[in-house]
């Protein structure tokens, strides 16, 4: 017999409506499980994980303002409890509330000293602020987490050589390694020049291990940089993760240079362009990416639901390209609904081919996600559809230093994607537009010379 969320609970301890509750979490049905820690907080009502649970479950149906008052009402019962008060500076967070959230963790790290991630939290929201030397130094505390991160590649890659913590470089080796997410590999990788120098003016070494997807893309930008899963790093005294980079150059915003550093092999390039043009079209080649890993914490907040997209299926002279293989299923659905969306031939996941399909379309529309960085470290035209609260590296306007080619579309109100998808659409329009008065212009000029 199914279990119905409506009924009064019929249970006797917190654990087992726990238990249910996450298994109505693991099934996706919000509704329903909205509905069972509702009633199950009527006999438990102290309980902190059914308010949690039910607090994550308003955040993800994007209504923060309930998360957070779920997590108020866990603080009447619990004060002084860090992880209330850390689950209220998210929530805040989450409203662009940010000096708000920012005070809350202060709050939070007092009640809980040796919560990480409310460190790298609070990193986060000092960084987006611009309060770069602080937040460099308190982002450092990721590298302490118990896990190393979820990949362990931080654990792995101590094994190979201690972190470095300022020591002497003379006669040292140092290996840089790819860390965290792709995207922030490339917007990161830009640093290692910089740094190598550094560590070569104190008479030591570095070298640069990234992850084997991006080796042969990173490989043009920096020639003797070898994959990370290879293990081929020869005699290392010291390691250093990627994101540590900016602590030890000492980078502070007004030092961002947005110019174009990674560029994809021409001869990738020409044969996309081939490609691309054997449809005999004449029409603005967009590629599009319009979600991103369904493993990342915020994907359902920086995820634009294929039903928000249709603003773009009926602009004329349009043809989008999927840049996120293995997403066949959403592509279809967009068909059905009368998207362009062209065929593409399979292609490897290593990024030289997805930096080459890249350089041969007109412009990028895209999620923050990695393919957001790619083209931006290409220097090509993005769109980028962001959600409010985002990535720190966005600050809160539509504004952003890192990459030059870049124009960030924010969403005003969670979860609405609509006016996002429509002012991208009234973009695209625009760029038509000047293609088309710039063909004009040429036709003229040599009509002129006839």
């Known amino acids: 017999m199914p279990f119905d969320s409506t009924s009064p609970p019929l249970f006797d301890h917190a654990d087992h409506a726990l238990s249910i509750a996450l298994d109505l979490r693991s099934s996706g049905d919000w509704p329903a499980l909205e509905q069972f820690c509702l009633n199950a907080l009527q006999r438990f009502p102290q309980d902190i994980e059914l308010r949690w649970q039910l607090s994550h479950c308003f955040w993800l149906r994007h209504d923060s303002v309930a998360a957070e008052a779920v997590m108020r009402e866990a603080a009447l019962h619990h004060p002084g409890n860090g992880l209330v008060s850390g689950a209220i500076a998210m929530y805040l967070n989450e409203q662009s509330r940010f000096a708000e959230a920012e005070a809350m963790y202060r709050v939070a790290l007092t009640e809980s000293p040796d919560e990480h991630g409310f460190a790298i939290d609070l990193a986060d929201l000092e960084l987006r602020r611009g309060a770069w030397r602080d937040g460099w130094l308190r982002f450092d505390r990721r590298l302490n987490r118990s896990q190393h991160g979820e990949n362990g590649v931080v654990a792995r890659m101590e094994r190979v ?84 980079m900016p602590l030890w150059i000492g980078l502070l915003p007004h030092q961002v240079d947005g110019r174009a550093y990674l560029h994809a ?56 390209y999927p840049v996120a293989p293995g997403r066949e299923g959403d592509i279809a659905a967009m068909r059905s609904a009368g998207a362009r969306i062209a065929e593409l031939p399979e292609y490897t996941e290593h990024f030289h081919d997805s930096a080459a399909l890249v350089s041969a379309l007109d412009v990028l529309v895209t999620v923050d996600s990695s393919p957001l960085h790619l083209g931006g470290a290409l220097g090509k035209p ?58 004009s212009q040429q036709a003229s000029a040599l009509a002129s010379l006839g």
């Not at 290996?175 to 003016?201: C, H, K, M, N, T």
Request: net charge positive; aromatic share 10%; proline share 6%.
């Open 161 to 244: 050589g201690p972190s470095w913590r300022g020591q002497a470089l003379d006669g040292k080796r140092v290996v840089v390694y790819s860390e965290l997410g792709l995207g922030d590999d490339i917007q990161f990788v830009r640093y290692f020049p910089q740094f190598a120098e550094g560590v070569r003016r104190n008479g030591g070494e570095a070298l640069l291990a990234v992850r084997a997807a991006l080796h042969p893309l990173i490989r043009r930008f920096v020639p003797d940089c070898v994959a990370l899963e290879a293990h081929d790093f020869g005699t290392v005294d010291y390691t250093v993760a990627m994101m540590s």
């Open 265 to 320: 092999a021409p001869e990738r390039i020409d044969i996309w362009r081939r490609m691309l043009a054997s449809d005999g079209s004449d029409a603005l080649r967009v590629g599009l990416v319009w979600a991103g890993s369904p493993t990342h914490r915020r994907d359902a907040q920086r995820s634009v639901p294929i039903a928000a997209l249709a603003p773009l299926w009926r602009l004329p002279g349009v043809a989008f």
């Open 382 to 439: 993005v769109l980028a559809m962001i959600d409010g609260a985002s990535h720190w590296c966005w600050g809160e306007g539509e504004t952003q230093p890192w990459y030059d080619s870049v124009r960030l579309v924010r969403q005003r109100r969670p979860g609405d994607w609509t006016p996002v998808v429509e002012r991208v659409a009234a973009a695209l329009c625009g760029r038509l537009a000047q293609r088309a008065a710039m063909r």
